[in-house]
């Protein structure tokens, strides 16, 4: 396996640097983790693998040695720096037993090390000091305001959706230290904020509306502007997931249904348009598609190419054969029970991840004892310099996974044709969108394409082909999200590449993977969530699947994409091999449905609670007075372009989070708000106490909170020790203290749209004052091609200006032709 004798020490509490490190013992290191006596509290928390042991813990657990070190403080801080000193990795985070380690000293003393020291804020900053929680952060990143009801409150559902995202940000963090070790020397101290990780969900509409103006208002349930239909609907024997973006699939959609009428009317003619008849056509949908079980739904829309796919309870997916097949669902034993889990979705073909493992007992292990390693030194400079990565993605998670690389320090080489450019820039091909150039003008493909080169090449043409396997000779990595089929037709595939270049990692990212007999489905990222099994698992118990974002599988994807290439370029490295990475975006989402997976397979009947927890109490979003409104956002003094109004149908509202995430914050919150006698009740010390009398308690809470603006109540609570999180717009965040304070945003300069802000990657160098650097802004169409063309591939001046007089490349769009290559 890839990480074969590389000995990581995992100390502290927090989930997603649990994630972090099982992702590197799925890969075969050797993970201890140093747990206090009484084992770690995640152990103790609901819902429950078996009678003793919590299911979250058994997930991020499974395969670990589990270390509980004797004595008193100082014994127990010597036996860690002994196992530190023959480790290659220390993954830190606070928590029992050693609080929070000093990390600057240990870098101090092991510069050869690679660190990754993980927390919910960042070490600096105004928020360093606050108390998190999985909700808590998604509130404050965007992602909590804009689901649920219209009228409110929005959903913020319980838990892991942050801490997984987190994890997968932390490994490629690691991951590039480890690349950058192997090739260049020198360790790593690097920090992570989980907060910063979950803005790699909500940066689109941030990006968008930078020029926009304006976000959109909270839709409803399973309603995302301007995207209509997007949502779940009602089949014979469950739920559909659907999603239709293009006109030709709002024509095959009606057809499907018998609808031919409403295809044809020119008022419905976009999905902006539908949602004013949202209402009407939601009934008549659900009204058809309750007449077929889902498997013939699916059978259409793999038939019509159409985003539309069972949105299947845990119950299904475990069962699932196809993913059980592809790893997707492994077993683990726990208290001596088998149990079933997400397996890593990182799906390496020629090294694939571990399946399945034990979860030890609290100190089932003993303490190794490694041979102490040489102190080492620190690294400079970007661990990927000198890596060269082709990227054909398109949309948002492949480009995603591409900008982490390149972030890094890969030399990007994004490849466009002038007909059928990234879809990001826009999906319209009308008069006006060339004569103005509207597809140099959208924030969210120039937020997504930062520090990368951009080359035309045309690849339904066979110059472009042979020009592109010209680039692919002299690459180490090729990132593609083409749906299955495309590659193949164009003569792209893998087995052609690989002869072309023996050690190339390419790295695939279709719906469900290219193999398997759902390989052709279309999909966005709405799409994967709704065939991920999360829907199941949030929303109230009246209302159906609840989805949790417009396209919640976009982000994840591009997270673990870049995860898998990362340690497929170690291999590489290491050994000259390369290797075909058959992810499936599906399969990524699984990790955040992993509680109620295990519980479910064990036989727990599964439960949508709202925003309430399962574990803990109080836990829900709260009304409070309405913010003010900015008169402004701006970033490093760079101002918005577009007027700063309300989305049209905007309300007027506040919301915070709060979340009481042990039993010591509870008297504080209720000091707070005012109620001593509830501090004083002895039957509310306990989680379960408070879960008893969760709507007196939440009742209270609306009261206190209704008197006071959501930022009044976040700052309150937060002084006082309690977990809250204003749940309010993505834009907001462009105003946000903490992320000034870390220089978080960065203004960039472009061609067509001028200022831009970037976000920073959720992990830097510790005690730096900012992540890795944005060295040059999204390409335009084109941009690099004669230089990428002439000093990359090596060809002639000649040969370049006939690809130029051939259409092959240019600096341009172009019409497309009549039948266009699908992306997946």
């Known amino acids: 396996m890839p990480l074969n004798g590389l000995r990581v020490v995992e100390a502290g509490c927090l989930p997603a640097a649990g994630y972090t490190a099982q992702l590197l013992a799925g890969f075969g290191a050797e993970v201890v983790k140093i747990e206090p006596p009484g084992g770690d509290p995640l152990r103790r928390q609901a819902p429950f693998a078996s009678g003793a042991t919590s299911a979250a813990y058994a997930f991020l657990a499974a395969g670990k040695r589990s270390v509980v070190l004797d004595g008193d403080k100082a014994a127990q801080a010597g036996a860690l720096e002994r196992l530190i000193a023959g480790a290659d990795v220390l993954i830190a985070s606070d928590g029992p037993p050693f609080d929070h380690l000093d990390i600057a000293a240990i870098a101090a003393r092991r510069p050869g090390l690679i660190i990754c020291d993980v927390s919910w804020f960042g070490r600096s900053g105004p928020y360093a000091g606050w108390q998190g929680a999985d909700a808590v952060c998604r509130a404050l990143a965007g992602l909590v305001e804009n689901v649920g009801p219209a009228e409110g409150p929005p959903l913020a559902a319980p838990e892991f959706q942050a801490l ?21 020397g020198g360790g790593r101290a690097l920090e992570l904020s989980v907060f910063e990780s979950c803005i790699a969900h909500s940066e689109y509409q941030c990006a968008d509306g930078w020029l926009r103006g304006a976000g959109f208002p909270r839709g409803g349930v399973n309603r995302f502007a301007p995207t209509y239909p997007l949502g779940v609907y009602r089949a014979a024997d469950g739920w559909i997931g659907l999603t239709v973006v293009t006109p030709a699939q709002w ?19 976009t999905g902006e348009m539908r949602l004013v008849f949202a209402n009407e056509l939601d009934a008549i949908f659900n009204e058809r598609l309750s007449q077929r079980p889902m498997a013939e739904w699916f059978a259409e829309a793999l038939r019509r190419r159409l985003p539309m796919v069972p949105v299947w309870d845990m119950a299904e997916i475990v069962n699932n054969p196809q993913f059980r097949a592809r790893g997707a669902i492994v077993d683990i034993t726990v208290d001596g029970r088998t149990a079933a889990a997400p397996g890593c979705p990182l799906a390496l073909t020629a090294t694939p991840p571990r399946r399945g493992g034990v979860v030890e007992a609290t100190g089932a292990s003993v303490l190794p004892d490694w041979p102490a390693k040489p102190a080492g030194q620190a690294a400079t400079g970007l661990p990927l310099a000198g890596v060269t990565v082709v990227d054909l993605s398109m949309g948002w998670a492949g480009p995603l ?3 982490f690389l ?23 091909a009308t008069e006006e969108v060339f004569r103005e150039r509207l597809y140099e003008k959208a924030g969210r493909f120039c937020a997504l394409n930062r520090n990368k080169r951009g080359v035309t090449l045309d690849l339904t043409h066979p110059d472009g082909v042979a020009a592109l396997k010209r680039l692919v000779a002299r690459a180490d990595a090729l990132i593609e999200n083409y749906a299955a089929d495309v590659l193949p037709k164009l003569g792209l595939d893998y087995a052609v590449l690989r002869q072309v270049n023996p050690r190339l990692v390419m790295t695939s990212m279709c719906a469900f993977g290219s193999s398997g007999p759902w390989k052709q489905a279309r999909a966005y990222g ?16 009246e209302d159906p699947p609840t989805m949790g974002h417009i396209a919640y599988g976009d982000a994840t994807g591009g997270l673990n994409g870049a995860a898998a290439t990362l340690v497929a370029l170690l291999h590489q490295l290491r050994t000259g091999e390369g290797q075909h990475i058959d992810l499936s975006q599906v399969e990524c989402l699984m990790p955040m449905t992993a509680p ?3 519980a479910a397979s064990l036989g727990a009947e599964p439960a949508r609670t709202g925003s309430r927890h399962p574990a803990f109490a109080p836990h829900n979003c709260y009304a409070c007075a309405p913010d003010p409104a900015p008169a402004s956002w701006q970033v490093q003094g760079a101002p918005m372009p577009a007027p700063s109004n309300p989305p049209p149908g905007a309300r007027a509202e506040g919301w915070v989070v709060i979340a009481v995430t042990d039993d010591a914050m509870w008297p504080a919150l209720a000091q707070v708000i005012g109620r001593a006698d509830l501090a004083g009740d002895p039957a509310l010390a306990t989680a379960a106490g408070r879960k008893a009398r969760e709507d007196d308690i939440d009742a209270a809470i609306n009261a206190w909170c209704s008197g006071r603006t959501a930022t009044q109540a976040m700052a309150t609570l937060q002084q006082a020790g309690v977990a809250a999180g204003r749940a309010r717009p993505a834009l907001d965040l462009y105003n946000d203290p903490h992320l000034a304070a870390r220089n978080y945003w960065r203004i960039v300069r472009r061609a067509w749209i001028g200022d831009f802000p970037h976000g920073a990657t959720p992990f830097r160098d510790a005690g730096a004052i900012e992540a890795p650097p944005v060295r040059f802004p999204a390409p335009t169409l084109g941009e690099h091609s004669v230089a990428v063309l002439s000093e990359v591939m090596g060809l002639s001046d000649a040969d370049i200006t006939a690809l130029f007089a051939s259409d092959v490349t240019g600096t341009e769009a172009l019409p497309p032709r009549p039948r266009s290559m699908a992306a997946g």
């Open 164 to 184: 997984i995202t987190a994890g997968v940000s932390g490994f490629i963090g690691v991951m590039g230290a480890l690349y950058g070790r192997a090739r260049h």
């Open 251 to 269: 024509r095959e959609f009606c057809n499907l249904l018998g609808l031919e009428h409403y295809a044809a009317r020119a008022d419905m003619a």
């Open 401 to 403: 996974c591409g900008r």
């Open 406 to 428: 390149a972030d890094l320090g890969a030399d990007v080489i994004k490849v466009e044709a002038c007909r059928y450019p990234d879809w990001w820039r826009g999906v319209d």
């Open 526 to 541: 709405s799409t994967l969530e709704q065939a991920s099994g999360l829907p199941g698992t949030v929303g109230r118990p």
């Open 596 to 598: 109620a997976m295990i």
